[in-house]
C-alpha cells in the first residue's frame, strides 16, 4: 500500500487506545489506532485538530524492531 492510498482511506470509524507510555500527569498522550492490513495511525489526543501520523504495516514493523533494538535509545 502506499503512503498516498494509506492517507486516503477513511479511518472515522478506528478504535484509538492511549500508549500505555504516555505521561498521565503531564496531559502528553500519544493514542494509537491499528488499522486493517498492519496498518497503525498514531496521535497526539492533546492537540487532536492536527493530522496524524499513518503508517504502513512494514514501516510499523521496521520502527519497533528500532525499538526493540535500541535504535533510538541515547
Known sequence: MSKAELYARNIRGAVWRKSS?????MNECVEVAFLDDGAVALRDSTSRHRLELRFTA??????????????FDS
Open 21 to 25: 507510555r504516555s505521561e498521565v500527569d
Open 58 to 71: 512494514e514501516e510499523w514493523s521496521a520502527f519497533t524492531a528500532g525499538v526493540r533494538g535500541g535504535e
